[in-house]
């Protein structure tokens, strides 16, 4: 699944590295709300570059919620504000390479999820198994 390049790997990353810094609450509630808006529209038929993490996309959701809600506090700043830079990433239309072109159009969204994904997974898989004892 690698229709990016080198260079496009890289500015993706150094731009979500410097996204991160700049979050703030308001931009945690856009991705709450902004992130499930998106995952309801294409929950029946995910994006096929998206298919291996749909399921963690959405717990990444939770997550967010859980946090702001005050439901779960057991995670730090830093997580949340990782996550949800990844999830203002995948619902921007404005990202590296445009969401609407067929399924390269999806790559640079699951680079910045994958790589969020392995920035929090120690917290994620924490938050995973406290979820599961609901």
């Known amino acids: 699944m690698s229709a990016i390049t080198i260079e496009e790997d890289y ?3 150094k731009q979500f590295e410097e996204t ?4 703030n609450y308001k931009d945690v509630i856009m991705a709450l709300n902004d992130g499930w808006e998106k995952i309801e529209k294409f929950d029946d038929n995910p994006p096929k570059p ?8 959405k717990i990444m959701n939770l997550m967010i919620k859980d946090y702001t809600s005050g439901f779960y ?14 999830i203002i990433y995948f619902i921007s239309p404005l990202d ?6 067929p399924i390269i159009g999806y790559l640079d969204d699951f ?11 120690e917290e994620f898989n924490k938050y995973k198994k406290w979820r599961k004892k609901l």
């Open 11 to 13: 500015k993706i990353k």
């Open 20 to 23: 991160i810094k700049k979050i």
């Open 50 to 57: 998206l298919l291996s993490i749909w399921e963690d996309i």
């Open 73 to 86: 506090d057991e995670v730090n700043w830093k997580t949340i504000a990782t996550i949800s830079a990844a």
């Open 96 to 101: 590296l390479v445009p969401d609407p072109i």
């Open 111 to 121: 680079t910045v999820l994958s790589l969020t994904l392995n920035i929090v997974e």
